[in-house]
């Protein structure tokens, strides 16, 4: 694939911001990324097991720190856990109540978790 871009590659690159992380360059729109920065994206978050922010890349390291991968995906056997969001980042998982109306059951990965969480009013997200 790199072989097929690298022709126009200085054209594409031109209207994109490029951000590092972990001594990787990624580009994107600069629109995506001020939307990505915004505090509704920053903001803690329930996903689903198999949601997009997680399945749609390759290389799940901007969002699912390395050491935490396998709470998410025990085994590596293709079956992802929902997962808790804070700044964008995977900071634990999270499963169903067993009584209706009860909030769901967080499990962080490290403690404490940030004021942005603690303060949350978390609850599952839409099926």
Request: hydrophobic share 50%; net charge negative; proline share 10%.
């Amino acid at each position: 694939m790199v072989r097929e871009v690298a022709p126009a590659w200085e054209q594409i690159v031109d209207g994109l911001d490029e951000l590092t992380l972990d001594g990787v360059s990624l580009y994107a729109a600069p629109e995506v990324v001020e939307a990505a920065m915004s505090r509704a994206t920053l903001a803690p978050l329930l996903t689903a097991a198999f949601d997009e922010i997680l399945l749609g890349y390759a290389d799940r390291s901007a969002t699912v720190p390395a050491r935490f991968a396998d709470h998410i995906v025990p085994g590596g056997n293709g079956m992802f856990r929902p997962v808790v969001l804070d700044g964008a980042r995977a900071v634990g998982t999270w499963s169903a109540p067993m009584k209706p109306g009860a909030p769901p059951r967080v499990e962080l990965f490290e403690h404490p978790p940030s004021r942005r969480l603690a303060a949350a009013r978390l609850s599952m997200p839409a099926r």
